[in-house]
């Protein structure tokens, strides 16, 4: 049973548009959620967090919104450059001994034209 | 620098000849785990490993073996390749705190023939 998903596989948008990533999850034990960025030939890395305690986290460009009572969060990149085009894994963790486990998603690859 | 160290980076091997991907990782932390990324599967958990001696199942756990006998390291064994094995692998470390982040390695691509 896939308990974090990422339903669209792809996202293609316009330089400057916005990009909006989309995750849902289904263990209501989760309590930190996580995007990482993937390049080609390149291990994850991380870009940004958000607690469950919180609806919304800022980090430049990037913003993460939450919504515990939908199940469901979102990864806003505004505006949208040419070196965003990566795939983007959501992620999530917490839960009864399983503080430190991580579980993605399967990841949308987004693809931002010029 | 922080890093996660994986070897090989590329691997090709053939069916049932046992072999080891190491992973270093040098920022002291105590949980480490390998996953796996396939196609249209995403990265899948294969093992993990709380601390020094303690390891437990993923997600997809047949067909490997992990150990961690000390903390910087936790290598992934594989006893008797096959190849549905064939696969993008990647280490992960952070620490054991609620809600940091996960440092990975550059990766290792396995075929196996």
């Known amino acids: 049973d896939q308990q974090v998903k990422q339903n669209s596989p792809s996202l293609s948008v316009q330089e400057g548009r916005i990009s909006i990533l989309n995750c849902d999850y289904t263990?209501?034990?989760?309590?930190?959620f996580l995007w990482y960025k993937k390049y080609p030939a390149e291990g994850p890395t991380f870009l940004i967090s958000?607690?469950?305690?919180?609806d919304k986290n800022e980090d430049g460009r990037f913003t993460v919104f939450l919504n515990k009572s939908a199940k469901h969060l979102s990864l806003h990149i505004v505006p949208s450059q040419p070196g965003d085009s990566a795939v983007y894994f959501c992620a999530a963790s917490g839960g009864t001994g399983a503080n430190s486990k991580l579980t993605f998603g399967k990841g949308i690859t987004l693809s931002v034209r010029p | 620098e922080a890093q996660v160290t994986q070897n090989p980076r590329y691997l090709i091997t053939v069916t049932g000849k046992k072999l080891t991907v190491t992973c270093s990782q040098n920022?002291?932390?105590?949980?480490m785990s390998w996953y796996r990324q396939d196609p249209g599967l995403g990265l899948r958990q294969i093992y993990y490993s709380m601390n020094v001696e303690v390891t437990d199942k993923g997600d997809v756990p047949e067909g490997y073996k992990v150990s961690r006998k000390e903390k910087r390291n936790f290598p992934l064994i594989l006893e008797s390749p096959s190849p549905n094995q064939t696969s993008l692998y990647f280490c992960a470390s952070k620490t054991n705190r609620r809600g940091t982040e996960a440092f990975f390695g550059q990766g290792t691509r396995l075929t196996v023939v």
């Open positions: 958000i607690s469950s305690i919180k």
């Open positions: 263990n209501s034990m989760f309590d930190y």
């Open positions: 920022m002291n932390h105590e949980y």
